[in-house]
């Protein structure tokens, strides 16, 4: 029992972060419009845009995480 | 009168030809670097298992983001609109799903040896039969999306103007000869030169065709008004907004149970490879959100009316307006690259779709139920020949039947394919849903979605589903597959309690971090 809870991925409140994108970019009334728009470009368009690094940079907090929590195993 | 088809543009045609030689001669040289035992099916079909972060991160690109996506997508925004971009949300939401939950499946798949996820599946739940629905789903899944790479390039050689079916067949054979000699590695090498091309198109083309065009705000002001953006609301129907979600997030559900992406997952060295490439990954989706606004750009550069490019459109509807786009705003050389992009970007996927499917045809029919006691040489024999087989019915599904065959089957496989979830990514988890209850689950799931499909006149797979007096248009997968998990946590309940004879887990908790 001890040796698969060692095992066992700790969940943490960063992985809350995985969450984050699923609501930003799913909930499309909120972004479902053309102002402001930026450069010529409909908010809808480079609102969602904007996600794509947005989302990667979200992954990296619970990427550092993890790597520590399995280097200090 | 019948439009006239384009004159062979030389230089393009030169500068495109060179290029597909460069690849085609790495693809050859694959065989030897790193060398292992190609006869072996896990050296063969999975690159050994031990391509880092890079490769990975080139392999899988290459992979995902196939030809036909870079084709297809702008293609629907041409000629849907705000729709069509679905496909941004939907890789952004894939990011996280890899992060989280594919680690393990590479986990156990290296600790038991698996090549497939119709392996994992077998020695997870014990059940021989569920593993060849999940195994018979991701081959027939992935078979018309192999037909499409191949429209890619249909496509782009229509653009530059070759006449006839005999270039289509030496790209074949250079596939088929590259495929079969080098396998995956193959693949990866010439997914490095293919991702490099459609980096150079895709930022020459954000820079130099919107100032051609004048602006961003006169590309959108072309765009008629009714398509910039969603359909909103209205009192009893939700419009196009639940379309949109349903459909990122479905085809996101999707994306990592497809043959092709699980063999590309499968080849990296270490889970550590995978959790990097999640966040690494995210710069392709840059590169697609720009190449789905090519769609808009093709709209105010009016393409369409224009007679030089009648004969593509009426051969390939919306998918060549990104191609005439290219022939009308750069100069012949670079229409070379940009179509050799597109070219060799079809033969990524299709080799490594070609080598999925014969994987979980060797793994999951051949050895299962035909021959149990084959050697390993020998499996590597056999997916080999499987490889070429796929590839060759491939090409005669492009040759031999009009093209709208290719895309409603592929339209399906989406549908069909998260059909697999339950099985694979809850399995990945917990063993409590029955193998039987699965199974069921599985038949209803691929049941109502193509009866949802068959409803729709495959024209689109967004279906309003009407509940309570409400209209909510749902992406037909994703209702198929919330149908399918409600079968199967409700049939385990009673499968549990009634079917006595137990089913054994092969794998170990330990085998999934």
């Known amino acids: 029992m001890s040796d698969t809870n060692v095992r066992r991925r700790r969940f943490r409140l960063v992985h809350l972060l995985l969450i984050v994108p699923y609501v930003a970019v799913l909930w499309a009334p909120f972004f479902n419009r053309s102002e402001p728009a930026i450069a010529g470009i409909p908010f809808f368009y480079w609102y969602q845009m904007l996600w794509i690094a947005l989302g990667a940079l979200l992954l990296l907090p619970v990427y550092l995480t993890e790597e520590r929590d399995t280097k200090s195993e | ?513």
């Open chain 2, 1 to 513: 009168m019948m439009p006239m088809p384009r004159p062979l543009d030389f230089t393009a045609t030169s500068v495109f030809v060179a290029l597909f030689a460069a690849a085609t001669v790495l693809g050859f040289f694959s065989a030897r670097w790193r060398k292992g035992d190609l006869s072996q099916l896990a050296e063969w079909g999975l690159g050994g298992r031990h391509f880092g972060t890079i490769i990975t991160w080139f392999l899988l690109g290459g992979d995902l983001y196939t030809a036909y996506t870079f084709v297809a997508v702008p293609a629907l925004v041409f000629g849907a609109g705000a729709i069509g971009f679905f496909a941004v949300p939907y890789t952004i939401l894939v990011y996280p799903l890899l992060f989280a939950v594919f680690p393990r499946l590479w986990s156990v798949a290296h600790a038991q040896g698996y090549v497939t996820a119709a392996d994992f599946v077998r020695g997870r739940f014990g059940s021989g039969l569920l593993a060849l629905a999940i195994a018979l789903t991701g081959i027939v899944a992935t078979m018309p999306y192999i037909a499409l790479q191949l429209v890619g390039v249909e496509v782009v050689l229509a653009g530059l103007g070759i006449p006839g079916t005999l270039p289509l067949w030496i790209a074949f054979a250079v596939l088929a000869a590259y495929t079969y000699a080098g396998g995956l590695r193959a693949s990866a090498m010439i997914a490095v030169v293919k991702d490099l091309l459609i980096y150079v198109t895709v930022i020459v083309a954000v820079i130099v065709i919107p100032i051609e065009l004048g602006g961003f705000a006169k590309i959108f002001a072309s765009v008629p008004v009714s398509k910039l953006l969603l359909t909103p609301p209205t009192a009893n129907n939700l419009g196009q907004q639940s379309g949109y979600a349903t459909l990122a997030l479905g085809s996101a559900l999707a994306l990592f149970l497809y043959p092709h992406a699980v063999t590309g997952l499968l080849s990296s060295s270490s889970r550590h490879v995978i959790r990097r490439n999640a966040v690494v990954l995210p710069a392709y989706s840059v590169a697609l959100s720009v190449i789905a606004l090519l769609g808009t750009m093709a709209l105010a550069a009016g393409v369409r009316s224009m007679p030089a490019y009648a004969a593509g459109f009426k051969a390939f509807g919306p998918n060549f307006a990104v191609p005439a786009l290219f022939l009308q705003m750069f100069p012949s050389w670079f229409v070379g690259v940009a179509f050799a992009a597109i070219g060799i970007g079809a033969l990524v996927p299709a080799a490594i779709m070609s080598i999925a499917c014969a994987n979980l045809f060797t793994r999951n029919i051949y050895k299962e139920y035909l021959s149990p006691d084959c050697s390993p040489s020998r499996e590597g024999g056999v997916a080999k020949i499987t490889a070429l087989v796929v590839m060759l019915g491939a090409l005669l599904f492009v040759l031999r039947l009009p093209q709208v065959y290719a895309i409603n089957l592929q339209l399906l496989g989406g549908i069909w394919i998260v059909q697999t979830l339950p099985s694979v990514l809850i399995g990945l988890y917990t063993r409590k849903l029955h193998p039987y209850a699965l199974l069921i689950g599985w038949a209803a799931g691929i049941g109502a979605g193509t009866w949802m499909e068959m409803q729709l006149g495959l024209k689109g797979s967004i279906y309003p589903l009407h509940i309570l007096g409400e209209t909510i248009p749902c992406y037909a997968a994703f209702s198929a597959l919330i149908l399918n998990v409600a079968v199967s946590v409700l049939a385990s309940a009673i499968f549990n309690v009634l079917v006595r004879r137990p089913f054994v887990d092969a794998t170990a908790p330990e085998d999934y971090s």
